[in-house]
């Protein structure tokens, strides 16, 4: 089984940085597709950004410009360099392995809050 574990989240101001990062115990990290979600309390899960095997990449339009989504496949990582943050960033961000068409693995999920 692959598991999924988050790091990274925090407090940070303002127009602050966090890298998030979500590391697969599994050795075929590198032929699934890799999202990260995020979940504000009161609303529901949301698609922030993927990566698939090839490096194609989607971003959600609020954070274009804003954050990175990444992958080291030899390090079976995927990262969430998050930049100008705002206060509406605030959620716990979630990553996701889409295992096969059917199933896909989620990480615990890392709080990130945005405020002064």
């Known amino acids: 089984q692959v598991q999924l574990v988050e790091s990274g989240g925090g407090l940070v101001q303002p127009g602050g940085s966090l890298r998030l990062s979500c590391t697969a115990s599994g050795s075929i990290f590198s032929i699934y597709i890799m999202s990260w979600y995020h979940q504000a309390p009161g609303k529901e899960r949301e698609l922030v950004a993927s990566i698939t095997p090839g490096g194609s990449i989607n971003y959600a339009d609020s954070v274009k410009g804003r954050f990175t989504i990444s992958r080291d496949n030899a390090k079976n990582t995927v990262y969430l360099q998050m930049n100008s943050l705002k206060p509406e960033d605030t959620a716990v961000y979630y990553c996701?392995?889409?295992?096969?068409?059917?199933?896909?693995?989620w990480g615990q999920g890392t709080q990130v809050t945005v405020s002064s």
């Open positions: 996701k392995a889409a295992l096969t068409f059917r199933k896909s693995l």
